[in-house]
């Protein structure tokens, strides 16, 4: 168990003053679910700050009582520094293990002053500064460094606003920084470029692409994203996710583009003793009377593999992993999921397109 890592995660679906999305909260419980496994992040569920609004939160909220805020996250996360410091207090030699997550879902913008800002739930259009932007605080947190490492990642868009200033935390610098912190992070789309949600018919079931591509990456992506030692590291994992996110958000105006910030002497681990895994036979199953070529792109695939489809069914052996199956021909047929499937560990099954 990693005692001395904390996390504060925060997703926001409900927007009164702007617009709703319908992933976001979800993506930030399945992010908190990563961090509590064993498997996964392996951080102590008492150290994990899950900020967001309930159901009825969000039926019920107008823009003056819509949660959460600025409040609430800073809250969280000056309950999380203050425990982490009361530990290195106890024991000097703590520090070099500790480890801060915020995890932020939901509407963002790329304010003055910042690259990055996630909208609180109480934003409005002359309310912009109702926001939590990374580079102030993680600029604080590189300052005060009660963690070694601060790990951000931020799904939202970073759409330029340049009349809103980027605001840092109430927090101040009470101790001197005893070594230099380890900061890593994610970014779900370069600078000036919106993030988008994969829509399902059940909203609980829609999430943001870039949060998808993390927690695939971060769980080992079938072998994607483990390195010969059997870890994910902060290098493999920014190489996993900018592929992925890219190749699912191909088709929109403006394609996804995942971007990373590495200010680290050595990659920041967060997954080890994983191992490679086998491959399962999959059938591909096409429209009926569906001819032509296929290009199947995805985990361990580097080069062009195109199938000569003649049938409904086509049978492929592939490692766990997210694929997806484009047509040669523009006229082909939408597939389903945009071709989009994932392959897990343990079978392989069928495929519908």
């Not at 580079?135 to 931020?154: G, T």
């Not at 030692?229 to 403006?254: I, K, M, N, W």
Request: a negative charge; charged letters at 20%; one cysteine or more.
């Amino acid at each position: 168990m990693n005692d001395l890592h904390h996390a504060v995660v925060v997703g926001i679906n409900r927007y009164p003053a702007i617009s709703d999305l319908q992933g976001a909260r979800g993506d930030a419980g399945r992010f908190r679910d990563w961090l509590v496994d064993p498997a996964g992040g392996n951080v102590p569920e008492s150290n994990v700050a899950l900020v967001t609004a309930t159901e009825r939160d969000e039926r019920e909220a107008d823009v003056m009582s819509a949660v959460p805020t600025r409040e609430s996250v800073n809250r969280a996360l000056y309950r999380a520094h203050c425990a982490v410091r009361a530990a290195v207090e106890r024991d000097g030699g703590a520090w070099a293990d500790t480890r801060l997550y915020v995890f932020l879902a939901g509407h963002g913008i790329a304010p003055f002053g910042g690259d990055a800002a996630l909208l609180m739930a109480n934003a409005a259009i002359d309310l912009l500064g109702n926001h939590i932007a990374v580079r102030p605080y993680l600029s604080w947190y590189e300052s005060a460094s009660p963690f070694h490492e601060i790990v951000f990642f931020a799904d939202c868009c970073r759409t330029r606003f340049g009349g809103v200033t980027a605001f840092g935390p109430p927090f101040t610098d009470t101790t001197e920084a005893p070594d230099k912190v380890e900061a890593f992070v994610g970014y779900a789309s370069a600078l000036g470029d919106p993030a988008y949600e994969q829509h399902e018919p059940d909203p609980d079931q829609s999430r943001g692409h870039f949060t998808s591509a993390l927690l695939e990456g971060l769980r080992g992506a079938g072998g994607g994203t483990v390195t010969s030692e059997g870890q994910v590291t902060s290098d493999s994992l920014a190489d996993y996710v900018r592929r992925h996110v890219l190749d699912r958000t191909t088709r929109e105006l403006v394609p996804q583009e995942a971007r990373f910030l590495r200010e680290t002497s050595t990659p920041i681990v967060f997954a080890e003793g994983l191992q490679g895994v086998g491959s399962y036979p999959v059938t591909l199953r096409f429209p009926a009377g569906f001819r032509g070529r296929v290009e199947l792109r995805g985990r361990g695939i580097t080069a062009p593999c195109w199938l000569d489809i003649a049938g409904a069914d086509h049978v492929e052996a592939l490692v766990p992993g997210l694929y997806k199956a484009v047509p040669e021909s523009l006229t082909a047929p939408d597939f389903t999921d945009g071709g989009f499937f994932e392959v897990v560990t343990g079978g392989g099954g069928v495929v519908q397109f």
